[in-house]
């Protein structure tokens, strides 16, 4: 495979991480910790501005309960405000040492919502590779000014990656859209 091929799949390589992440942050009615972990809090009396991840270590009990165990005891109030302040439909209780989420069953009206912001972020996936695609043919079409052989070759090549990689999101899709479906 050419280098600028090579380029061109580890950038859409980079993309596809940013989609499973962005994806994983969809509640499926299950416990998991991708659903707080990246959340912002406003630590310290707003001094400092961390995830949850790097404030406290996340565990489920069960299929339906997170337990987030703070580093600094400290911090407990502040991480329950800003998990409820990011309006995820999440409510933390504060149990001692602890904070405790219980993760309610979706609603089949909740469900639809998340299918539609899911196909919305399976767009936002697509566009970025497209952007990824044309960023690797002006690439191409630089480096092989002239040689349209070339540059016929490694469009063909990268069309190829594209394609692979748009039938890989529509499985990530499909995978998703029965996790939301299944009750």
């Known amino acids: 495979m050419d280098p600028l ?20 942050t969809l509640r499926t009615g299950r416990a998991t910790p991708a659903l707080v972990e990246n959340i912002v809090i406003n630590a310290y009396g707003g001094t400092a501005k961390l995830k949850v991840m790097e404030l406290a270590t996340i565990g489920s009990t069960d299929s339906h309960t997170l337990v987030l165990t703070p580093f600094d005891h400290a911090t407990i109030s502040e991480i329950a405000k800003g998990i409820e302040a990011a309006n995820v439909g999440l409510s933390p209780i504060v149990d001692s040492n602890v904070l405790r989420i219980s993760i309610p069953q979706l609603s089949q009206e909740r469900r639809e919502e998340l299918i539609k912001a ?10 970025m590779v497209r952007q990824v695609r044309q960023q690797g043919l002006e690439e191409v079409k630089k480096e092989f000014d002239g040689r349209e052989d070339d540059i016929k070759r490694l469009d063909k090549e990268i069309q190829k990656l594209v394609d692979d990689t748009m039938s890989t999101i529509d499985h990530y899709g499909k995978q998703k859209e029965q996790e939301l479906l299944q009750i």
């Open 118 to 127: 899911m196909k919305h972020k399976l767009e936002n996936g697509r566009i």
């Open 5 to 24: 091929a090579q380029e061109t799949k580890k950038k859409i390589e980079r993309v596809l991480d940013v989609l499973k992440s962005d994806l994983a």
